[in-house]
């Protein structure tokens, strides 16, 4: 079982990441919804710019599980690293699936395959497939000058 400070520590991770990815999401023009319950894999749920509604799975890195997350139309949000401060991330939006197939082809054969798979960092390879799925906020613009009032 782990440590008190460990699951501590765990929490505010998570409640940091998923503050920051939500603050990117709305930039990015999405809206964003925490579930009351964490149900099937939903952590958030955000309906994009096209307006369509998509379930999402944040972790704190690049992460498929079939058993957990297969078949269930999830999408999952991750950051590119760990935090650091003065470090600038990534953070990727990809559905589940189509991401558990890619991974399934490059790490498939191993012993170590078990319908699961996670990156403790992103590969040349792995970036490239990422690229897409990268969330980009779009520049703010200065707010326009107030009217001086005499």
């Not at 929490?11 to 503050?19: F, I, K």
């Not at 809206?31 to 149900?39: F, L, Q, S």
């Not at 999830?74 to 935090?83: E, G, H, K, N």
């Amino acid at each position: 079982m782990p440590d008190i400070k460990d699951r501590f520590l765990a929490v505010h991770t998570e409640a940091a990441n998923r503050a920051e990815a939500t603050a990117l999401l709305i930039r990015c023009g999405y809206r964003v919804y925490r579930p009351e319950a964490d149900i099937q894999g939903e952590d958030i749920v955000v309906r994009a710019p096209d307006r369509e509604l998509r379930g999402v799975q944040l972790k704190g890195r690049p992460l498929v599980d079939w058993k957990r997350y297969g078949g269930l139309d999830l999408w999952m949000l991750f950051p590119s690293a760990q935090y650091r401060p003065n470090m600038t991330r990534q953070w990727y939006l990809l559905p589940h699936d189509p991401f558990f197939e890619w991974v399934k082809n490059r790490h498939g054969h191993t012993p170590k395959w078990s319908d699961y798979w996670h990156y403790p960092s992103i590969s040349k390879d792995l970036f490239a497939y990422l690229t897409p799925w990268e969330l980009n906020a779009p520049a703010e613009t200065a707010p326009p000058q107030a009217e001086t009032f005499v």
